[in-house]
């Protein structure tokens, strides 16, 4: 069963520490997302997943423990992180990109899923062999997101997926994701400043301020609450 469970008892960036008393679960195939303000420590919760950050604790999925994990064993354990900022890899075109998130697949997979992927997302499809330096922000970020389901992720770890998207697009996005991750069973880990769609899409919530949680439940009744929705939802 690959169930996430963090315990992250001190986590940070050399002497600096950003997480304290961290504790979250995902389910096989469940749906979290994360919210707070900027320089809440969001990114932080899920480059320590990764193997990116100083951790003291825990970090568990399924029988395999991740502190001390270097981050291309995190991967391949079948978690696929799209950071922030995108990161595709500008001077290959937008097949490429995708085939490159295959790598560790068998060629033929790869390739038929690359077609898959372009097909699912048409402004890809459209400019397969345009190179990614010359997507506009919005497209880099389906790309790398694109380029991460390539590898078939059991967990997908996304920070701020609608960064750059225009507001129809990220609707668009987020009901894709919500499609996928019903269809695949993959579980996701979400940090993600439109609290709306967010709590739309996952289970359960937590909120974090200044780098501990100090609110979480069913993302439903997070959507009701009055605090909640006067600080993340605008109403």
């Known amino acids: 069963m690959s169930r996430l ?4 008892s001190e986590a940070g960036y050399g002497p600096v520490t950003v997480l304290r008393d961290v504790e979250l679960e995902v389910p096989e195939g469940g749906r979290l997302v994360i919210l707070g303000a900027n320089g809440a420590g969001k990114t932080s919760i899920l480059r320590t997943i990764s ?6 604790g825990s970090i568990r999925w399924g029988d395999a423990e991740l502190v001390g994990a270097p981050p291309y064993r995190v991967a391949a354990a079948g978690i696929a992180h799209v950071p922030q900022g995108r990161g595709t890899f500008g001077d290959l075109t937008v097949r490429e990109n995708l085939l490159v998130g295959g790598a560790t697949r068998q060629r033929r997979t790869a390739l ?12 890809l499809g459209e400019r397969a062999s345009r190179a990614a330096s010359g997507l506009s922000g919005g497209e880099q970020q389906l790309l790398a997101i694109a380029r991460a389901l390539m590898s078939a992720p059991r967990l997908l770890l996304l920070d701020e997926p609608s960064l750059g998207l225009a507001p129809k ?21 979400l940090v993600e400043q439109n609290a709306e769609l967010a709590l739309g899409i996952a289970e359960q919530a937590v909120i974090l301020e200044s780098g501990r949680i100090t609110i979480r439940g069913p993302a439903a009744e997070l959507r009701d609450n009055d605090d909640v929705r006067r600080a993340y939802l605008g109403v």
Request: hydrophobic residues 50%.
């Open 5 to 8: 469970a963090v315990e992250i």
């Open 112 to 123: 038929a899923d690359a077609d898959r992927w372009l097909e699912r997302f048409p402004r």
């Open 51 to 56: 193997g990116l950050c100083r951790v003291s």
């Open 169 to 189: 697009i990220t609707v668009e996005l987020f009901a894709t994701l919500d499609e996928l991750c019903a269809e695949t069973g993959t579980a996701m880990l």
